[in-house]
């Protein structure tokens, strides 16, 4: 297995370095190559992703990112032009958010039942594109846009993915979310593709819910879901919100993925770059562990994917919550666990 790793900013490298402890116990065959890319290298040589390392990732099975963002960098540098431009030159145009909750994780609510989702957010248009612009700057006139892009293309392949997605689980259930009172263009758009594509797939039931409304059952019933399909920005405010019912952002896992097989896939925890708690060897390195299930899962190893869950079950149903995490501790634990 040839491993782009790019452990990226703040807490990136230190729950890296715990999921290639476990991957390593899995998986005997991983070549890992490490690219310096992040909050340092710009800050040192102005560079974001030079084409040349971008040409490299091309070369590998699947890559492995810890995250990017730094105080010390004007916000939506690294964002858009190292961890946005990757998504976007390598065609992720799924960005796959399972939430679940384990046995023994307590999260906020009182009674959750069952949670057992996956979020199949759009990874490549939407408002992220960055369609838009500012006219009359620092004025008392000054007008900002950012244009959400939605193609027939683009919607269509990431409901598809979401459809054969839920087709391969036990409640056979997908929901839309988006904003359809709101925003009719795109929404229309949305409402009609699922329609279109759900005639193929009858065994799915179909549900929508406006992303407000969807934000307030994930809280109070989050039971309900199986598969959400959702728009790029709809899907990363959501995700948040089913980590947080789901025992919190240090166990959300993320895969974005080319389902075209095209370019490597990267794999990733939800959450950023922590600078509150950096450097520290607090940062819970469970949701990386995930991230290098769904990594394998995706290169045709259900086996050593397995492992990996197993030991992240097996351990969160034994975390003392009195005792304070370290992340090399859990690292060690789970790659343990997954290796014997
Ligand atoms: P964040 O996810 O970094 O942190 C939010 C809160 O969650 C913080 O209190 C943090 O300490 C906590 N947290 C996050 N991961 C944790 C972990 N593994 N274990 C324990 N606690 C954890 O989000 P933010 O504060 O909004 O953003 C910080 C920086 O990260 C920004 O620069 C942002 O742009 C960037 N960011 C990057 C990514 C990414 O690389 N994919 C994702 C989100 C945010
Ligand atoms: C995430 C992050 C990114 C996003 C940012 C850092 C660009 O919040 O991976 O969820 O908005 O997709
Ligand atoms: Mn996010």
Request: glycine residues 12%; charged residues 20%; proline residues 6%.
């Amino acid at each position: 297995m040839r491993l782009a790793v790019i452990p990226g900013d703040g807490i990136g490298p230190e729950v890296v370095a715990e999921g290639l402890k476990v991957l390593g116990e899995v998986a005997p065959d991983v070549e890992a190559t490490h690219y310096d890319l992040g909050a340092a290298r710009w800050q040192r040589t102005g560079e974001l992703l030079p084409d040349s390392v971008l040409d490299e990732l091309r070369g590998h099975d699947a890559i492995l990112l810890g995250a990017v963002g730094d105080p010390g960098v004007p916000s939506g540098i690294l964002e858009r032009g190292l961890l946005l431009k990757l998504r976007f030159e390598l065609d992720h145009h799924v960005n796959l958010r399972p939430a679940k909750l384990y046995d023994g994780v307590t999260g906020p609510l009182a009674a959750p039942g069952e949670v057992d989702m996956v979020c199949v957010r759009e990874g490549t248009e939407g408002p992220y594109v960055g369609n838009g612009g500012v006219l009359r700057r620092d004025t008392p006139h000054e007008l900002a846009t950012e244009v959400s892009l939605n193609t027939a293309f683009g919607v269509e392949r990431v409901v598809r993915y979401a459809f054969e997605k839920a087709v391969a689980r036990p409640r056979k259930h997908l929901t839309l979310v988006h904003k359809t009172n709101v925003l009719t263009h795109a929404g229309s758009l949305w409402s009609r593709t699922v329609e279109e594509v759900s005639t193929e797939f009858p065994e799915i039931t179909v549900a929508y819910q406006h992303v407000d409304a969807a934000s307030m059952f994930f809280v109070t019933d989050p039971g309900r879901y199986d598969v959400i399909v959702t728009d790029n920005l709809f899907g990363d405010i959501i995700s948040d919100i089913a980590a947080a019912v789901t025992g919190g952002i240090g166990l959300a896992a993320s895969g974005n993925i080319d389902a075209s097989g095209t370019n490597p896939s990267m794999f990733e925890p939800v959450h950023g770059s922590a600078p509150d708690i950096a450097g520290q060897g607090i940062a819970d390195p469970t949701a990386t562990v995930l991230s290098v299930g769904l990594l394998l899962d995706h290169l045709g190893r259900p086996e050593q994917a397995r492992k990996v869950n197993a030991a992240v079950a097996f351990d969160l149903s034994t975390r003392d919550a009195g005792q304070p995490l370290r992340t090399a501790e859990v690292g060690d634990r789970l790659a343990a666990l997954a290796g014997g």
